[in-house]
Structure formats: structure tokens, C-alpha cells
């Protein structure tokens, strides 16, 4: 392990980006970059991904982890907005488009995922049309209050009504919702850079005039939480509008930072970075910024560095930078700049975790009753309509697992998968259950399972133990899942019932074509690879685990051991054996869970929605590798297909 760096100068970087909420832009989970940051001497980072707070949830988890290694480190939560002044003006503006057919099918065709792919040069068109149009705003959290209305705005941005292609925020969702947070005026695709595109031709008085017009609102809004963001890089235009925000903040009196607006979690990975990004728009038509397949040969040519810097490297941008740029700034404004984040950082923000109390319809739970008394009720109610109210061996296992159930606090789980068995069937056919959940009389007295585990000798214990700690998991089958969430969300509304998330990643087959084809290595040579790599190395896998009989899919390190077509191709082309290293496992992109929903009140304030084709979905995921809901509070309930029994 490397010695920690010991900064001269204080700084703590806050604006950054990670392959979890900026898919296709930045590269690398939030650990990646929180380990780095550590080691590079930070006391804290900032997570802004762009319009979403996908990221949080790892976030969270590492800043623990870090935690228990005596590691001490911050973890700021914060977004990448997208603003508009006015969604009012705006959605005019798209209402018109909507009128146009032409112009209305690009518009359908826009709104497809709950992800974002940043495009660089759109932001800083001047012509471009209001409904593509959109500035970067970043807000970070301070405290609880924040981060609930910092939840508010990002969930209320994917509303259908704010979203076009990407989530916006206006001044007035500001207005409302701004206590607790802090915001900064972000790079060349920010607020004020808005202003500067907008009206550079016009000159420097029209330029300052609408700067200071903005900053008016946004004080008004903020208070001493708006900061002027500089940033440091080789291109000409950040440098003349450095100035204008020094000249613009100098004025009213707002404070300026100096930020790193990392895209990358260690000054290495550049090139990988910049590769991921080419992948993002294989086959939509590459946009001006991405130029050809063929990757910089130094960071140089690309003219900024994006990684969690510390503050003496963030001094030496500044110069370096400044220098090539022929810019002149005032040594002391930027110094201050610099170490001002650590202020903020320090000072201005609490050190906190998400409040993660597990959230659970109150509604589940009838006036006069507690979660405990109201399950009994219902479960002696179903054993008497199985006419086994007087049967012993039925109330003795039903009081033992009603124990159990209460002394874990599980009891309104069980209540809202009773009130979701009752509305599914009402309306479809629903399985006789499946799993460990077939061993509790619980869910039998409930016909949430429809198997009696005293018949059939089934223990509870497989099902909950007494000393369990994580919710039971009750797989609960339907004709059609995709229906039935429809008519919960019908029934207690898109804020109480959402879907879950998955976040699909790059696979190894997908990633030796992609990044070849950005190569220019023919396809016939890459399809025999991958035609035959996994046929190769799965038996080979399989012998090396003692597995004789059986499916088996070997893993992305297998595959490479064991696939000798597949080491001859990395040996001929080793650009692409290290591209696929860096690459592989990082997020492709967002779909749906088959049957998984969380539902609670009020999600749109305890979590950050986004949405895909206009329906809410979780921000986090709950999969085999990744179980990040029940650690922030939320818990999953099951509604799988009765086709998955097949």
C-alpha cells in the first residue's frame, strides 16, 4: 500500500462524476474515486453526477466501509442539475415541436431511458432550440434537510411535464425546495457559461448584464450557498469566462471555487475514459466532440486532466493552465478559491449518513391497530376460514412465528404483501407460492402462499430465523407482473409504488466487438474470437472447479485464462486487452426489474426517482451482486411471472 499524500495546500473537490449516474462520461464507481481521493490526501468528495443521484447508494456504503477502516472521509451528496430558467417557457416550446410530426417523432424518439448521455458541445450551443437547450447547476447536500429537498428536485425533474431527453430544475422548483443546499454555477455547460455563449457576440456589457441578472435570482435563492465555480483546462473560452465570474461574484459579493469536475478516479485512466465515452454512442451517429476511433495519444491533447486532484495539484492546473492559456488572474482570488472548498467541505457541511429508517405504508396498517395486533388478526382470521382455529399444532406454530416476526419489527412487511396478495388476485391468477416462504403458516394464514407447511413437515426456520437481520424474501408469482404493478401504481399512486431498477454492465463478448470496431480490426477476425472463446474456456473452467455435469459460465478472468483464441487476439491487439481490463463491469446502461417494486409513502422525498418512457423507477438497485435498497431503508417486494417456473 502507497503512503498517503499530505497536501500542502487545502482543497476538497466538489464536483465530480461516476460511471454509476454519468453513464457513458465518466468511468469508474464512487469507491473508485473515494479510495483514490483518500490516497491522493482529500478529506471528502463531492458525488454531482449528471440529473441523477444514481451513485449515492455506493456512495454511502463505501463512505461506511471506509469508516470501519479507520479510513476518516467525507462523503458530500450532491447532483449535476440540468436548469432552465422557466419549465413554463420551456414546455410551450416543446408543446409547439409536439405539433410539428417531424419534429414530434424526434421528440418520442428521445424520451427512452431513465439514463442520461451527456453530450459535451450541447451545452454550450447558443443556437441551439430551447427544448434541447439545458444549463449544468451543481447542488450539494448539507444536511438531511438538503438531501430530502435535493431527492424532491431530482425526483420532480423526471416528471413527465420537466423532461425532455434530460431531467430539468427551474428557479422556481429552486425556490422551493432549496433549504439545506448549496450550488455552484458549474463549467463551459453551466449557468453562467449559458450566459456567456448566449451573448458573446453582443459583447462583454451584454455578457456582465445577464450574469449579474442570474445572480440576482440565484442569491435571492441561495443566499451565501451560491458560489462562482472556476475551473482549470486549456481551453481559451474557460478562461474568459473565469474572468467575467470573478468580475460578476466580486460585485455582489459571492464566493468563488475552484473545482477538479472529475470524470475519472485516478490520473491513469484518461484514455480508458475517453474510449467509454466513444462506446456510448456506437451506432446513434458520433457527435463533433468524439472525433474519430482513434484514441489521443497524451492527456495533453485533450487539454485538461479530470481526476479527484488535491489542492497542490489543483495550484498546479491553475498555473499550467493560465500559462499555455496567456490568462492573467490575481494569484490571492484563486488561492482563495482553492482552499475555500475545503471551507465548505468542513465547515458547511455535516458529516451524515441518509437517514435509511425503512419506509412501509402506513395505509397496511387499519386505525386502532398496531402492525403486530392487525397481523394476528388477519392470520387468525385465515386460519379460521381454513377451519383451523381450533387445531394447537396450528395456533401453538402460528404464535411462534407471530413472536419472531414481531421481535424483528417485520410485521408491516408482512401487511403489505397481504394488501399486494389481495389486489393481485382480484385481478389475475397468482401462484401457489414458491421458496423458503412456502414453510411459513404466516404467509399460508395470509394466502400469500397457498402450501400448508404443517402438512407438509416445512420449517419456518428456513424461511425467518430468530436472529434474522435482513427483511424475509417472499417470491410471489402472478399471470402478468408487468399488469399488476400497473394497478398498484393505479391504486396507491407512482409516489408509493415503483418499480426496480437494473443497471446493466459491459460484458466481455460486447466489449472485445465495440472497442475492435472503434479499432478498425475487420469483423470476420473479431467474430471468430468471439465465436469461440466461450465454447474454449468453459470446459476448461469446469474441469479446474471439479464441476463433471451440469451448466456452467465461466467468469471474465476464465475466459481470459482459458480461451486460447482469445489470448492470441489480446496478444496481437494489447491496446484492447487493457481497454477491456479497465472497462469491463463498468455501466452500460438502466433497465427494469422483472418483478421488483419497493413500495412507501412519500418516495419522491427518501430517494431520488428517475423514470424511463415516463413510468418512476428506483435510483438503486436490488440484484444478486448488488443489494443496496434495504441498506438505504427501502425493502423489495417480489411479483414474478408464473412463466419463470417454467
Known sequence: MTERINPTIPFVNLHGHSVAGSIFDALGFPQDHMDFAYENGLEALALTDHGNMNGL??????????????????????????????????????????????????????????????????????????????????????????????????????????????????????????????????????????????????????????????????????????????????????????????????????????????????????????????????G????????????????????????????????????????????????????????????????????????????????????????????????????RAKNLHNNIEYTDRLKLELDVIGDRGFSKYFLTMNEIVKVSNENMLTGPGRGSAAGSLVTYALDITQIDPIKYNLLFSRFLRADATDYPDIDFDVADPMAIKDVLIQKWGDNTVVPISNWNTLQLKSLVKDISKLYGIPFTEVNKVTGKMMAEATPAAKTAHGIKAGVYTPTFEEVKQYSPTLQEFLRTYPNIATHIDALYGQVRSCSRHAGGVVVAEDLDKYMPLISSKNVRQTPWSEGQNVRHLEPMGFIKFDILGLSTLR
Not at 430530502?148 to 428557479?171: A, H
Not at 474557460?238 to 460578476?248: A, K
Not at 468542513?346 to 386502532?368: I, W
Request: charge should be negative.
Open 284 to 383: 446513434q451517429g458520433r457527435p463533433e466532440w468524439a472525433g474519430s476511433g482513434e484514441l489521443p495519444i497524451s492527456v495533453e491533447e485533450i487539454g485538461y486532466e479530470l481526476y479527484p486532484k488535491n489542492g497542490d495539484q489543483m495550484w498546479e492546473s491553475y498555473q499550467k493552465y493560465s500559462s499555455l492559456c496567456n490568462a492573467k488572474y490575481d494569484d490571492n482570488v484563486v488561492l482563495d478559491s482553492i482552499k475555500e472548498t475545503h471551507n465548505i467541505a468542513m465547515n458547511r457541511v455535516e458529516k451524515f449518513y441518509p437517514d435509511n429508517t425503512v419506509r412501509l405504508p402506513d395505509f397496511v396498517v387499519p386505525a386502532g391497530e398496531t402492525a403486530n395486533s392487525a397481523l394476528e388478526k388477519f392470520c387468525l382470521e385465515g386460519l
Open 57 to 282: 447508494s455506493w456512495q454511502v456504503l463505501h463512505a461506511k466501509k471506509m469508516e470501519e477502516q479507520g479510513k476518516n472521509f467525507k462523503p458530500i451528496y450532491g447532483c449535476e442539475a440540468y436548469f432552465v430558467p422557466s419549465i413554463s417557457d420551456w414546455r410551450k416550446e416543446y408543446t409547439k415541436a409536439m405539433e410539428d410530426k417531424k419534429q414530434a417523432q424526434k421528440v418520442v424518439e428521445g424520451e427512452t431511458s431513465g439514463t442520461t448521455i451527456e453530450n459535451e458541445e450541447e451545452t454550450k450551443k447558443s443556437s441551439a432550440s430551447i427544448l434541447n437547450r439545458r444549463r449544468h447547476l451543481v447542488l450539494l447536500a448539507q444536511n438531511q434537510t438538503g438531501l430530502n429537498n435535493l431527492f424532491k428536485l431530482v425526483s420532480d425533474s423526471y416528471r413527465e411535464e420537466n423532461y425532455y431527453r434530460y431531467p430539468r430544475v427551474d428557479f422556481e422548483m429552486l425556490r422551493n425546495h432549496s433549504e439545506g443546499i448549496i450550488a455552484s454555477s458549474a463549467c463551459l455547460g453551466g449557468v453562467y457559461a449559458g450566459r456567456y455563449w448566449e451573448n458573446r457576440d453582443k459583447g462583454e456589457k451584454a455578457i456582465l448584464d445577464s450574469m449579474r441578472e442570474l445572480t440576482k435570482n440565484m442569491v435571492e435563492i441561495f443566499g451565501d450557498r451560491w458560489y462562482g465555480e472556476l475551473q482549470w483546462n486549456n481551453v481559451p473560452e474557460q478562461h474568459s469566462l473565469n474572468h467575467f465570474i470573478i468580475q460578476v461574484c466580486e460585485e455582489f459579493g459571492v464566493k468563488l471555487i475552484s473545482t477538479a469536475d472529475s470524470h475519472y478516479p485516478n490520473p491513469n485512466a484518461w484514455k480508458d475514459r475517453e474510449l467509454y465515452k466513444r462506446l456510448g454512442w456506437l
